[in-house]
């Protein structure tokens, strides 16, 4: 603490040695992200031999995008790709109308019930996903499936599987709840002197005005879902319907191709990030928002 | 006559009402139809399996499995829960009194397997497994359990909370004083120490698995150059004594800087004029963190602690895709077991048995939090 005592006198030193913290922090952080990028451009010796060196940093020696092709030739990527985008997406979407929805519901008309509802919904909110998840995979392999040839009994190795028990998130509904009382209560009122029925309310007047929790729910549906392992693995057995963190273990049969799997890492992961990076306020700002509900 | 007075009037109060009880017969329906997706979405695949957990723990349900399901009572938690003690003496000699050494001079001990098959004068350790042995004097204190895999993984996932929770709080603070000033280029800083947090777990474990390899590792490598080559390299997740460490750096790096975010939320909810206050008393820096910032964050460092005793908790991609729970069982979490037991080996019951346990200790912790939080709010 002395030490922080002296420099306090002295700006310039300060500055400068705070500097250079938040740089050194930088590079922690960075590294293994360079690292796999730059390593997805090699071929797998060069990666072995650059590792040793500051050179596994950098892009020089033999360059090029041939990892980046292997990788659609030795896995299904495409596939992978298009299936986690599909069950993303169809959750996303679902999840904006269905939680919406019940978040006007339990914000703005009073019905009996909504109070016990609304407790009920807050409370599952301690139960987290990994307690539910094996009486749940039991649920799912004995559902029934309307498909083109009739009914199927089991959920397992298909896209709904993975998208249907994820629309309804307590945590959604929660947001919207909350935002949707915030919002001044004399725009329903008005509206309902206007003889506009609960839905048009919904959907007319409160929605367009919910540009920012819409957009924090969709962050907060997306990132989980693109990132999804545990489920996955559980209820999808086949490379037709896998998502994209499944279809990794492809790259680990055999001999593994390191810089094929950097390069698979970085199809998956650099979409996220530049996504992340094009919106960083609102992505912080929605996952910090995680963090009031206390 | 009094009848129909009263009819009379219902009647009148009926008309006059009408407009008014019709608007809230509607009101109520659209609530109900609007929230009723939800709520179904949420009762099947949320409250129903959650329930289930509870019932299934008490069956032997199988994912697949030609026989009925029964009732076994509370076999399951037996198994997972039964912990005994077996004290072994040094083996001696009837004859002479003195210890048996074995060739290279060390006591000797009875096997503990003659304790735990089928030995009928120990009934209480029929059955059961070496899980850990200490050493208390020349005796040997043989722990055994009903699954010692699973007793591991209790210890492991309480001993990767017990140091992950405090080590990652402080250093996101760490971070989030570091980076609350308004100089130039926070921002960027900011983004790139939350970058890892947008990233996924596997991806990060896979980045990892390589950084910690035991040859061309990163880390070994850059140890190495740090040390001018006076590294000895460690095979840091092939080995039990470093394994679960390995796991806690990589975990740590991966999420801090969503609790930086949550900190630096918390930091900036304190009054700029409480700083200068103490600063024209003269507070130094650490007077000022100590009297002004540490106060103002109470509600954010419960909410933080919380958040990352029950990510802890539920430790399983990182195990999963780095270590499988090795090596020697070391790194093996609850939530591995479950995913093992009930989806690997299709054994529902036991698997749910396992959730039951894990939503217990969330369930203490949850307590806990609304304890120390309705202390405060009084």
């Given at each position: 603490m002395n030490t922080t005592r002296i420099l306090h006198r002295n700006q310039t030193a300060t500055t400068v040695v705070r500097y250079g913290l938040m740089s050194l922090l930088a590079l922690i952080f960075l590294f293994p992200i360079v690292f796999m990028v730059i390593s997805s451009l090699k071929p797998d010796l060069q990666i072995m031999q650059d590792?040793?060196?500051?050179?596994?940093?950098?892009?020089?020696?033999?360059?090029?995008f041939d990892n980046y092709a292997e990788t659609f030739v030795r896995a299904p990527t495409g596939r992978f790709i298009f299936n986690s985008i599909l069950t993303t997406a169809l959750t996303v979407v679902l999840g904006l109308l269905v939680n919406s929805m019940a978040g006007f519901s339990l914000a703005i008309p009073r019905w009996r019930g909504r109070g016990l509802v609304l407790t009920l919904i807050i409370a599952t909110l301690i139960v987290p996903f990994e307690t539910i998840a094996i009486p749940l995979l039991l649920i799912v392999s004995r559902l029934p499936t309307i498909g083109l040839d009739g009914i199927t009994q089991g959920w397992l190795n298909t896209y709904h599987v993975q998208v249907i028990p994820f629309v309804a998130n307590a945590f959604s509904i929660f947001l919207f709840v909350q935002f949707f009382k915030s919002l001044p209560q004399e725009l329903v009122e008005a509206a309902r002197i206007d003889g506009a029925s609960w839905f048009q309310i919904f959907a007319n007047v409160m929605v367009p005005l919910s540009g920012p929790v819409f957009a924090t729910v969709t962050i907060l549906t997306f990132l989980p879902m693109w990132n999804a392992y545990l489920w996955p693995i559980m209820v999808v057995q086949i490379e037709e319907f896998r998502p994209v963190m499944v279809g990794l273990q492809y790259f680990f049969?055999?001999?593994?191709?390191w810089g094929e799997v950097m390069a698979y890492l970085t199809i998956i992961t650099l979409p996220v990030l530049v996504m992340f990076l094009a919106l960083q306020r609102a992505f912080i700002e929605s996952i910090a928002s995680t963090g009031i509900k206390g | 006559m009094t009848a129909l007075d009263t009819s009379a009037r219902t009647q009148a109060n009926h008309t006059h009402d009408q407009s008014g009880q019709s608007a809230r017969f509607w009101e109520s329906l659209a609530g109900w139809l609007m929230a009723s997706p939800a709520i179904t979405l949420l009762l099947l695949f949320m409250i129903v399996p959650f329930i289930m957990a509870f019932g299934l723990a008490f069956t032997n349900q199988r994912?697949?499995?030609?026989n009925p399901t029964e009732f076994v009572g509370l076999r399951n938690f037996e198994r997972l829960l039964t912990v005994r003690l077996l004290v072994l003496q040094p083996v001696v000699?009837?004859?002479?009194g003195v210890a048996v050494l074995d060739e290279e001079g060390q006591t000797t001990y009875p096997a503990v397997r003659t304790y735990t098959r089928n030995n009928p004068e120990y009934p209480q350790f029929d059955g059961l497994q070496e899980w850990t042995t200490w050493s208390w004097g020349d005796d040997k204190l043989v722990w055994l359990a009903g699954d010692a895999v699973f007793m591991k993984s209790l210890f492991n996932t309480l001993f990767f909370t017990v140091v992950v929770v405090p080590l990652q709080g402080s250093l996101g603070l760490l971070l989030a004083l570091i980076i609350n000033?308004?100089?130039?280029?926070v921002n960027i800083f900011r983004t790139i120490y939350f970058m890892p947090v947008v990233v996924s777990m596997v991806v990060v474990s896979i980045l990892w698995r390589f950084i910690y390899?035991?040859?061309?590792?990163l880390l070994n490598n850059i140890l190495g150059a740090v040390t001018l080559g006076n590294f000895q390299p460690v095979d840091w997740l092939g080995n039990p004594s470093t394994a679960m460490w390995a796991v806690i750096g990589m975990s740590i790096w991966q999420a801090v800087g969503f609790h930086m975010v949550i900190w630096l939320a918390g930091l900036q909810t304190i009054p700029g004029v409480l700083y200068e206050a103490a600063a024209v008393e003269g507070a130094g820096a650490w007077d000022q963190f100590v009297h002004v910032t540490w106060p103002g964050l109470r509600n954010t460092a419960v909410f933080i602690l919380v958040t990352i005793t029950m990510a802890a908790f539920g430790l399983f991609t990182q195990i999963n895709v780095m270590t499988r729970g090795g090596p020697l069982d070391s790194t093996t979490t609850l939530v591995f077991q479950a995913v093992q037991k009930g989806f690997e080996k299709q054994d529902i019951a036991y698997g749910s048995a396992i959730s039951v346990v894990f939503f217990a200790l969330v369930l203490v912790v949850a307590l806990i939090q609304r304890f120390v939080t309705r202390e405060q709010g009084e």
């Open positions: 590792s040793s060196s500051f050179r596994a940093f950098l892009p020089v020696g033999d360059i090029s049969q055999l001999n593994v191709a | 994912l697949i499995s030609p000699d009837p004859a002479t000033q308004r100089t130039a280029g390899d035991g040859q061309n590792g």
